[in-house]
């Protein structure tokens, strides 16, 4: 089983990363293999909406999107993951979720859309941080890792929010919350082909 996470925060020791990292935790202890990603080392240009991926599902603009999208293709399991910028994900993120516009085809009609990873069984973590104690703070973070990623087809089996962390590395300070998110992401890997195939072989 392979995991990719994708990370919209430039801070690699940052709270987004540490997160991750729990979310991580229980799949790397089944065996699955694990690619960190930070869009930040990522050239993603801006989407001009020039309709160029009208017809296919690849995007014009050449530039790291592509190797990018590949890693999604070959991935089992997705975690994606931001913070809170000005209510809503970093431009990192925003920039990499506008050019995924070729990942949808409208084949009928402009209200009906499929997703490139519509049927496959990719599933999906979403996941969001940021200072606030207010969720309203958190604007549309969670929202809209998590709509974008049903969009595309993925399967999201959770969405996970920490608050209340702003320097990074803070939140190692709310060890309840990482062993929360350590213990949701246990139960998707229990519910996996990966610990199927680990207690037949056993
Ligand atoms: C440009 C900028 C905008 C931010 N906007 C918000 C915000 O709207 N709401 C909020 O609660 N926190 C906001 N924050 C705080 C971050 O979400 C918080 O520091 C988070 O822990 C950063 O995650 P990281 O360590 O993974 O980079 C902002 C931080 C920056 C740098």
């Not at 229980?26 to 699955?32: C, D, L, R, V």
């Not at 296919?56 to 050449?62: H, R, T």
């Not at 931001?82 to 990942?103: A, C, E, G, H, N």
Request: charged fraction near 25%.
């Amino acid at each position: 089983m392979k995991v990719l996470s994708v990370n919209g925060s430039r801070r690699k020791k940052g709270n987004t990363q540490l997160f991750i990292q729990s979310i991580l935790q229980p799949f790397s202890e089944a065996g699955a293999s694990i690619e960190n990603v930070f869009l930040g080392d990522f050239k993603i240009d801006a989407c001009t909406g020039c309709e160029g991926c009208k017809r296919s599902w690849e995007c014009v603009i050449k530039d790291d999107f592509q190797p990018l999208i590949e890693k999604m293709d070959g991935a089992d399991v997705i975690v994606l993951a931001s913070p809170t910028y000005w209510y809503t994900v970093t431009s990192d993120m925003k920039r990499f979720i506008d050019r995924s516009y070729s990942l949808i085809q409208f084949p009928h009609s402009r209200s009906e859309w499929i997703g490139k990873y519509d049927n496959s069984e990719k599933l999906c973590i979403t996941a969001a941080v940021c200072e606030q104690t207010d969720e309203a703070h958190m604007g549309n973070t969670l929202d809209l890792l998590t709509d974008f990623a049903k969009d595309i087809g993925l399967n999201v089996v959770g969405s996970l929010k920490a608050l209340r962390c702003f320097e990074a590395g803070s939140l190692l300070r709310q060890k309840e919350l990482l062993l929360e998110a350590e213990s949701f992401s246990k139960g998707v890997v229990l519910a996996s082909p990966l610990s199927m195939a680990k207690r037949s072989s056993s």
